[in-house]
Nanobody, 123 residues
């Protein structure tokens, strides 16, 4: 079955950086838009950003614009989330997700999900 595996999470101090990776297997990766979501304890799952299947367009949550960047390498079946200038409010479990071709902001529109990776930002 399709697998999405996130990596790169961890603990950093405010102002630091992390790069998350999401490696996909058993799907035609280049035909899928890839989204990143996060969920903090007691909160709803939140759309962070997404990249379309060609990598030609990305969209972001307002609070992460200018700090987070999504990119993809279709040759490696991998999508990345570069996170700079991290803030304590970025603390959450981060998930990648896949849906055909065009990205959406609603988590229920995604077909496949990774298991999540924890990001903790201390002040």
């Amino acid at each position: 079955q399709v697998q999405l595996v996130e990596s790169g999470g961890g603990s950093v101090q405010a102002g630091g950086s992390l790069r998350l990776s999401c490696a996909a297997s058993r799907l035609t990766f280049s035909n899928y838009a890839m989204g990143w979501f996060r969920q903090a304890p007691g909160k709803e799952r939140e759309f962070i950003g997404a990249i379309r299947w060609t990598g030609g367009r990305t969209s972001y949550l307002d609070s992460v614009k200018g700090r987070f960047t999504i990119s993809r390498d279709n040759a490696k079946n991998t999508v990345y989330l570069q996170m700079n200038n991290l803030k304590p409010e970025d603390t959450a479990v981060y998930y990648c997700a896949a849906r055909p071709f065009e990205p959406r902001t609603d988590w229920s529109d995604y077909n496949y999900w990774g298991q999540g990776t924890q990001v903790t930002v201390s002040s």
